[in-house]
Each structure stands twice: as structure tokens, then as C-alpha cells.
């Protein structure tokens, strides 16, 4: 049923409102006045958020990597609320450990939770907020979307995906009025190293000189990060709060020099094989 409130305040969905940004973004968005579903796993991890705020509050259990779980929570928030006008995909988490390491259970876990199951999501409401007229979708990526390192190559390629799926999602959508934008945060105070980290169960010699270093960046790097998950939280709700919201909001210095770097370098090395590179087309006239 409804809520009866007549409150013209956003209702979000949040994939992963247990711990770390999906949690901050819910306490503050209901602080501000907003409505939230909160979701989890387990229930019981944000059934706190519902009791402190029972009238813009709903916590729900939600598994993003099975397609009737996602189907069953939509259909709830629906059914209370009324509508959605913000999705946030928060939920996946890391896989540390060098593609010849990791075992095929291990990548495709990483796969069915930060793809799949950000697009089986997503693929429930969209026809809600086309239908509506509005909304905006956020999906949670990470500078490892943008540059891949020695160790992280399985969460390389879930946040690559994430990025492309969602550039051309913004512009499926764009002609019904729904906003799509990509958050890329580097290391914030999250639990990314802690809880929502993995290590791959096999470990080998051969690469200790490369992703030795990342394992040992894992290990000791726990809240240490720059980057204050608050103001990352802040920076979300600004994004949708904007009349002209960004593709893509890079999140932390570290990020954002590290970025500049990449397409320093990559505009030196088009450079550099520019010649090869215009030569493969076929002749003008052809």
C-alpha cells in the first residue's frame, strides 16, 4: 500500500545499504526529508533505517545477483511508495588477485554482482521511469573503471563494463527525461579493503613483484584512504539535485590526478601513432 504521505520529497532505491556508501547515502537523503528503500542481503542489516523512519523509510532484502529477488523488491518499493525517482547501483564489491590466479567461481561472482546484477536491476525500473517521465539513474563505478592496475584486473573489467553500459544507457534515456550518471570514486574510508574486499584463495610467486604490491596496498591501506566517504555521499546528492546532472563525476585527488595522467598519456601515444592509425582507412574516393 501507498504511504500516506503527500511529501513531494525523492523516493531512492539503494542497491547495498548495509555498510559504506549505500549506507551513508540512505541515513542522509532520509535526514534531509528524502524517501528511501534501503536494501540488503540480510534484512535485519538496515531494518534500523524503517524503525527510526517509518513513514520514508523501507527495508527490504534484495540479492542482485537473482532475478526474482530484484523482481520482488521493485515491486514492493513500487507498491509502497508509489514510485522511484532515483536508483542508486551501490551494490559489488572487489576482487584482488591476478587473472591466472583467480579461480572461474571467483571472477564470475564479481561478474554476476557488479554486471549482471547492476543490469537485471536496472532492466526492472527502467520501464517505470520511462513511464514517469523522469528519474535518475546512479551507477557506482570507481577510478578502476577508468585505469586498470596489476591485480584488480576481474574488478577492472566489471567497472569498465559499468561505464560503458551506462554511457550508452544516458543516452537511450536521455529522450525520456531520466538522468544516468556514472560515480568513480578512488580509495575512500569505506570498508572496500575490509568487507566488501576479496582476495583470490591462490596466490603465486610469479607475480609478487606486481600483484604482490597491490595485495600488500590491501592489507595495510584500510582506513587510511584520502578520501572522506561523507563528502563522497554530499557529492552524490548534489549530482542529482543538478538541472544538468554529469555523465561522469570523478570522486577524490588521487582519482582525479591519476585520470589526468592516463589521458595525458594516451593523447601523447595517439599522437605518436597517428599516421598508422589514419592510415587504415581504404583512400578517399574508395
Keep these: 500500500m501507498t504511504t500516506s504521505s503527500t511529501s513531494i520529497s525523492r523516493v531512492w532505491f539503494i542497491t547495498g545499504s548495509s555498510t559504506g556508501f549505500g549506507r551513508l547515502l540512505a541515513e542522509e537523503v532520509l535526514r534531509r526529508g528524502d524517501r528511501v528503500v534501503a536494501t540488503a542481503r540480510d534484512r535485519a542489516r538496515v531494518a534500523d533505517l524503517a524503525a527510526s523512519y517509518p513513514d520514508h523509510a523501507l527495508a527490504l532484502s534484495l540479492d542482485v545477483t537473482s532475478d526474482d529477488s530484484i523482481e520482488a523488491a521493485a515491486a514492493a518499493a513500487l507498491a509502497h511508495f508509489g514510485r522511484v525517482d532515483v536508483l542508486v547501483n551501490n ?3 572487489g576482487l584482488c588477485g591476478a587473472v591466472e590466479e583467480a579461480t572461474e567461481i571467483e571472477y564470475h561472482s564479481v561478474i554476476d554482482t557488479n554486471v549482471i546484477g547492476l ?4 532492466r526492472v525500473l527502467l520501464p517505470h ?8 539513474i546512479i ?7 577508468l585505469i586498470g592496475s596489476a591485480g584488480w584486473s576481474y574488478y577492472n573489467l566489471t567497472k569498465f563494463a559499468v561505464e ?3 554511457e550508452g544507457l544516458a543516452a537511450e534515456m536521455k529522450p525520456f527525461g531520466v538522468h544516468v550518471s556514472i560515480i568513480e570514486p578512488g580509495p575512500f574510508r569505506t ?5 566488501s574486499g576479496q582476495l583470490t584463495e591462490h596466490k603465486m610467486p ?3 613483484a606486481t600483484v604482490g604490491k597491490t595485495r600488500e596496498y590491501f592489507a595495510s591501506q584500510g582506513g587510511k584512504q584520502r578520501g572522506d566517504p561523507q563528502k563522497a555521499i554530499e557529492a552524490v546528492i548534489t549530482v542529482v539535485e543538478a538541472p544538468q546532472p554529469p555523465l561522469h563525476l570523478i570522486l577524490g585527488k588521487l582519482a582525479h590526478d591519476r585520470y589526468r595522467t592516463k589521458l595525458a598519456d594516451w ?3 595517439m599522437d605518436e601513432w597517428q599516421a598508422v592509425t589514419l592510415g587504415a582507412d581504404f583512400p578517399e574516393g574508395q
Excluded: P
Design 119 to 122: 543490469i537485471a536491476m536496472t
Design 139 to 145: 551507477n557506482f563505478s570507481s577510478i578502476g573503471g
Design 191 to 195: 570498508d572496500f579493503l575490509g568487507r
Design 267 to 269: 593523447s601523447k601515444s
Design 129 to 136: 521511469l520511462r513511464q514517469q517521465g523522469s528519474g535518475h
Design 206 to 208: 610469479e607475480y609478487e
Design 91 to 93: 551494490a559489488g564489491y
Design 164 to 166: 560503458g553500459f551506462s
